[in-house]
């Protein structure tokens, strides 16, 4: 049984190599249109103070949070795959993470009160599975088939 749990943790690190590969490349490139938007609105703002008034700021934070994920996402899949020791520790590093981001989106759902700022459920799947794949994990480094 712990042959077949190894092999089905590498397919699943093969997969987070390539959504951590995929979210870092997402996540640099939100991040560049970020800054591009924020001096083209610095020009607009200088041409018209008023105009940007009722606009609602960018969530930098929630983009380097989301950056940090990928590529805490991408390290945990090169470990599972290699199913080496340093899985555990990534694993429960990304399942912390994971419970911290649902937490903030949570807490700035109920303070909005903003339909647009609830937890969306693929939020609550990933922290799901993500607990998922570090407790089996865990039951993989006791019983040494990790290492």
């Known amino acids: 049984m712990e042959t077949v749990l190894v092999w089905l943790l590498r397919a699943i690190g ?5 959504g951590g590969a995929f979210g870092v490349h997402s996540a640099g490139f939100s991040w560049r249109l970020g800054r591009m938007t924020n001096n083209l ?3 607009r703002r200088d041409l018209d103070p008023e105009a940007l008034q009722d606009e609602t700021p960018d969530d930098t934070a ?3 949070w989301l950056l940090a994920g990928a590529g805490l996402t991408f ?3 090169c470990a599972l795959v290699a199913a080496s020791r340093l899985a555990l520790p990534l694993c429960l590093l990304l399942l912390v993470h994971q419970l911290f981001y649902f937490a903030r989106q949570a807490r700035r759902s ?4 903003d339909e647009a700022d609830a937890v969306a459920p693929s939020t609550r799947n990933a922290a799901l599975f993500a ?3 570090t407790a089996c ?5 006791v019983s040494g088939a990790y290492g």
């Open 14 to 18: 093969l997969l987070w190599i390539a």
């Open 41 to 43: 609105e610095a020009v």
């Open 62 to 64: 929630r983009d380097l």
């Open 75 to 77: 390290l945990t899949g």
């Open 110 to 113: 109920r303070r909005s009160g």
């Open 131 to 133: 607990l998922f794949v």
């Open 137 to 141: 994990v865990v039951f993989l480094t």
